[in-house]
């Protein structure tokens, strides 16, 4: 949670859980580099959302890379964050921050922990 100092107020959440990817729902040029594992290790992001009056001031933006760094340092073995986004504009947001979509899931994206953790840095 992202409670506003002055007031107390709820500003921004999200939850994460434990999840797995069924390893024939990631693209071809990322399976190929993975262990032959039917699933793939991930942690969901859930219910992501800012208070409306909170809105367009940059929280949002902040959500996803903060879900990585709490991956980062909490769960060893994450192949990626995971997310089911609720609509089209949920599905364009995470993808401005380089989640892709799972194959035939269009509102089902992931984001390789590898690869964000390089531009993390
Ligand atoms: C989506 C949401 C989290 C964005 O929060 P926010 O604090 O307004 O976002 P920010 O101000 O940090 O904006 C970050 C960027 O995302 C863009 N953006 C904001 N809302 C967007 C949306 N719904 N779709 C696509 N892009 C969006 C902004 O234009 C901004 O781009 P910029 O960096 O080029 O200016 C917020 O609108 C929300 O809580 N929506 C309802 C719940 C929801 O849709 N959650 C998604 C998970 S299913």
């Known amino acids: 949670m992202a409670v506003e100092t002055e007031t107390g107020v709820l500003a921004a959440y999200y939850t994460l859980a434990a999840a797995s990817i069924p390893t024939p729902d990631l693209p071809s040029e990322i399976t190929k580099k993975l262990p032959r594992y ?27 890379a ?16 995971l ?16 989640f ?3 194959t035939g899931q269009p509102r ?4 390789p922990v590898a690869s964000a953790e390089k531009l993390l840095r």
């Open 100 to 102: 892709t979509q799972l």
């Open 38 to 64: 039917p699933t793939m290790p991930a942690v969901r992001i859930g219910r992501l959302a800012v208070g409306l009056q909170f809105q367009g001031q940059g929280l949002g933006g902040s959500l996803p």
């Open 66 to 81: 903060d879900c990585l760094r709490r991956v980062l340092t909490a769960a060893p073995g994450v192949f990626a964050l």
């Open 108 to 111: 089902t994206l992931f984001l």
């Open 83 to 98: 997310v089911d986004a609720k609509d089209d504009n949920a599905v364009a947001f995470y993808r401005r921050y380089g």
